[in-house]
């Protein structure tokens, strides 16, 4: 059929678009709301598509490497020292790497959790327990990757960055998810979980784990185990007792939290608080 120039314009014309294949309009500030709601259902939808019963969040750092990749990084920098010993910045890039290495045990750590809470709570078609990280390096890496040694199904929830973060390579990939509000990411965090696991981490951990600490507290959602691994290293970044010591919280807010040296003591806390929910 023949359509006039006039038609044409009104065809071509944004306006005429559909609402939903309106991409421009579904970017608008106003439509902000709509944008959540498809971040909130996309998500959902696809879980429950994946029979996704329960998970365990897994937190840490995205700077935590593999004690190969460790290794190789202080070798570097030691070498690059060489004979210039009067480098202050060279001398600082070998103690990092020297830190680097230490907590790279934490990386093997989350690998061996992920690769027991999956090969215990995936059996059969089941798919409780689920490993959700927040589908970057480091650690998140390392608990994906533990899921992903036994055939699990495990999940991420990317988020969009200003620097460019790709999802690690070990995440089912029907359950690697892209978010642009952390809102609705935090919420899926905490919809299925039956624990939360903090490994050492920088802000972004720190910021997961004190929301979730304060959603359990005042009972925004479930009570569940909040476990952290590594009580030295928790214990000399934050100060618990002092928040109870000034009065800021009660002294029982500390009993919200566990520490775990081992995958078998973080699972025997998880599945101990839990024995009597028929999970």
Request: hydrophobic share 40%; aromatic share 8%; glycine share 6%.
């Amino acid at each position: 059929m023949d359509i006039d120039a006039a038609t044409r314009k009104i065809l071509d014309s944004p306006a005429y678009l559909l609402a939903e294949d309106d991409r421009a309009l579904l970017k608008r500030d106003q439509l902000r709301a709509t944008r959540l709601s498809l971040e909130y259902l996309k998500c959902e939808l696809l879980q429950e598509e994946q029979n996704i019963g329960s998970t365990i969040v897994v937190f840490g750092g995205s700077r935590i490497v593999t004690r190969e990749i460790a290794e190789e990084r202080l070798a570097q920098a030691k070498a690059e020292v060489g004979d210039d010993q009067s480098s202050e910045v060279k001398h600082d890039a070998v103690r990092f790497a020297e830190t680097t290495l230490e907590l790279s045990r934490y990386y093997d750590l989350a690998r061996q959790f992920g690769r027991l809470v999956s090969s215990t709570c995936q059996l059969e078609g089941r798919c409780e327990y689920v490993i959700v990280t927040g589908g970057g390096p480091g650690i998140m890496e390392a608990a994906n990757r533990g899921a992903h040694d036994v055939n699990a199904k495990s999940i991420g929830l990317n988020i969009t960055l200003p620097h460019e973060q790709a999802p690690n390579p070990y995440i089912t990939p029907e359950l690697c998810f892209q978010f642009r509000y952390f809102a609705i990411r935090k919420m899926h965090f905490l919809l299925r979980a039956k624990a939360l696991v903090a490994f050492p981490g920088g802000f972004g951990t720190m910021d997961e784990l004190f929301e979730a600490l304060t959603l359990v507290q005042t009972d925004k959602t479930a009570h569940i185990p909040i476990v952290l691994f590594g009580r030295e290293f928790w214990e000399s970044m934050i100060n618990w007792q002092e928040f109870v010591d000034r009065g800021v919280i009660a002294p029982t807010d500390l009993d919200l939290m566990h520490y775990a040296e081992t995958a078998e003591e973080a699972w025997e806390i998880i599945s101990s608080f839990h024995s009597g929910d028929g999970a």
